[in-house]
T-cell receptor
């Protein structure tokens, strides 16, 4: 089925470990995003990508790395996880952000706990 | 000052009443405005978009935009318990070339 899927849905890790959250979309949307959602902060943009091999920082990029070698995949890596990175992470895609329909399609989220 | 601000709530309204949700934004050059609904434990979904000053109606939902005052609101008429969720205001900032979300307002509709 077409859509946007994230994996893993739940992850518990320890401080200092590397973690990769996967995101895959089947619509061939140009734009993909990674947000984190924390109580009191709402959704904050970590990184986004306008196309394969084009990525840019959002509001809170420190401690995260992204890549986009294929249009459909946009993995997010925490190189050395910290407790402050405990959060719910949402991947989203859009054909065009903020214009036209401007609709972002969100994955189901990945809940990460860093001990 | 946050770029997009919302009252966190909870906003509690009785079933059948009108729920009014408000949002202000700081980037005067913003052009596109969106309301997303997020049920507890779920991902956000778009319910309304508005681009011009004035009102835009879609079923029980009305979005209102006032660019001069830099605010956007969402009215939900005949509120139902199924409307209980967090409503996220999102503004497309041309200056930052990205969609910026507010922290959300939690709405509780009680029977």
């Amino acid at each position: 089925d077409a859509g946007i899927t994230q994996s893993p849905r739940y992850k518990i890790t320890e401080t200092g470990r590397q973690v990769t959250l996967m995101c895959h979309q089947t619509w061939s949307h140009s734009y993909m995003f990674w947000y984190r959602q924390d109580l009191g902060h709402g959704l904050r943009l970590i990184y986004y990508s306008a196309a394969a091999d084009i990525t840019d920082k959002g509001e809170v990029p420190d401690g995260y790395v992204v890549s986009r070698s294929k249009t459909e995949n946009f993995p997010l890596t925490l190189e050395s996880a910290t407790r402050s990175q405990t959060s719910v992470y949402f991947c989203a895609s859009s054909e065009v952000p903020g214009w036209g329909s401007g609709e972002l399609f969100f994955g189901e989220g990945s809940r990460l706990t860093v001990l | 000052q946050k770029e997009v601000e919302q009252n966190s709530g909870p906003l509690s309204v009785p079933e059948g009443a009108i729920a009014s949700l408000n949002c202000t934004y700081s980037d005067r050059g913003s052009q596109s405005f969106f309301w997303y609904r997020q049920y507890s434990g779920k991902s956000p979904e778009l319910i309304m978009s508005i681009y011009s000053n004035g009102d835009k109606e879609d079923g029980r939902f009305t979005a209102q935009l006032n660019k001069a005052s830099q605010y956007v609101s969402l009215l939900i008429r005949d509120s139902q318990p199924s409307d209980s969720a967090t409503y996220l205001c999102a503004v497309f900032s041309g200056g930052y070339n990205k969609l910026i979300f507010g922290a959300g307002t939690r709405l509780a509709v009680h029977p």
